[in-house]
């Protein structure tokens, strides 16, 4: 099946700051990355997701990145907020199932 | 659009009885659904892939006489730990999905205690 690696575990950043969180995968057959924000108590939440024939995807202040030879994607946070503050989740596709990373918990400094 | 619900939001109960979890896709026809499950501060796990009509695929080590599974309907999900335990008590969270695509729109989750 498809391990998927998250990075780092937990991230704290200044307001306004981006964050950056990496993941890697490990059959090369998956071919759709979603990206998840779970708000404690609350079920994922999808914020931007990737397919393995596009390169980069930005929505607003959020962007995601796949690099099919090497294995890896990355969610890029620019100007965080608060409000982003949560655990974010990388997720995997293969045959139609998700392989979720372990996580990353952000807390986003006033 | 894409609205999956589930019901009940959180339940406590009490060793050794059965608790029932439903889940649905209110605005749009699913014919798979997913169940994992989220010890705290852990990520998702997949129990089970459901499809409407037929019998669900458990994961390996998910024990399908103990987390039964109905899928009777394109629109409902149940999920059913029986005989439950302390070591049972987690969040429950369903997917749901349209044919052919992968997307997989999450509901808010169901917190089982068990004392």
């Known amino acids: 099946g498809e391990n998927v690696e998250q990075h780092p575990s937990t991230l704290s950043v200044q307001e306004g700051d981006s964050a950056v969180i990496k993941c890697t995968y490990s059959d090369s057959a998956s071919n759709y990355f979603p990206w998840y924000k779970q708000e404690l108590g609350k079920g994922p939440q999808l914020i931007i997701d990737?397919?393995?024939?596009?390169g980069e995807k930005k929505d607003q202040r959020i962007a995601v990145t796949l690099n099919k030879t090497a294995k890896h994607f990355s969610l890029h946070i620019t100007e965080t907020q608060p409000e982003d503050s949560a655990v974010y989740f990388c997720a995997a596709n293969l045959d139609y199932k998700l392989s979720f990373g372990a996580g990353t918990t952000v807390t986003v400094r006033a | 659009g894409a609205v999956v619900s589930q019901h009940p939001s959180w339940v406590i109960c009490k060793s050794g009885t059965s608790v029932k979890i439903e889940c649905r896709s209110l605005?749009?026809?699913?014919?798979?659904m997913f169940w994992y499950r989220q010890f705290p501060k852990q990520s998702l796990m997949l129990m089970a892939t459901s499809n409407e009509g037929s019998k669900a695929t458990y994961e390996q080590g998910v024990e399908k006489d103990k987390f039964l599974i109905n899928h009777a309907s394109l629109t409902l999900s149940t999920l059913t730990v029986t005989s439950a335990h302390p070591e049972d008590s987690s969040f429950y969270i369903c997917?749901?999905?349209?044919?052919?695509?992968?997307?997989?729109?999450f509901g808010p989750g169901t917190r089982l205690t068990v004392l």
């Open positions: 605005d749009f026809q699913a014919t798979t």
């Open positions: 997917s749901a999905s349209l044919p052919g695509r992968d997307e997989q729109f």
């Open positions: 990737i397919r393995s024939n596009v």
